[in-house]
């Protein structure tokens, strides 16, 4: 059984920046794609960001792409996602969650493991 915890959200100003990390446990994590989701009080969970196993590929949203970046550390099984230039929009619980073998899906039920989420609220 995968174990995702999510951490690093807050409050920050718009044009701010924020680090998210998720540290994964109890099952394989290097040899799959991992992805960062997010879902806004009466929307829909949406991918935001997701990389490989090899961490040789990338994928982000149109709307966060050129100012989040998806990194993992197999070495930690910690996978984080570096945001800046945040804007109110970006407001939401963030979710990390394990993806397939091999593709990066924008999907979620293409992953199969899911953290708890971790709050970011950007104030204008």
């Known amino acids: 059984q995968v174990h995702l915890a999510e951490s690093g959200g807050g409050l920050v100003q718009a044009g701010g920046s924020l680090r998210l990390s998720c540290a994964a446990s109890?099952?394989?994590?290097?040899?799959?794609?991992m992805g960062w989701f997010r879902q806004a009080p009466g929307r829909e969970r949406e991918f935001v960001a997701g990389i490989i196993w090899s961490a040789s590929s990338t994928r982000y949203d149109d709307s966060v792409k050129g100012r989040f970046t998806i990194s993992r550390d197999d070495n930690k099984n910690m996978v984080y996602l570096q945001m800046n230039s945040l804007k109110p929009d970006d407001t939401a619980v963030y979710y990390c969650?394990?993806?397939?073998?091999?593709?990066?899906?924008?999907?979620?039920?293409?992953?199969?493991?899911w953290g708890q989420g971790t709050q970011v609220t950007v104030s204008s």
């Open positions: 969650a394990r993806g397939p073998r091999f593709g990066i899906p924008s999907y979620s039920s293409e992953y199969t493991y």
């Open positions: 109890g099952g394989a994590f290097s040899t799959y794609s």
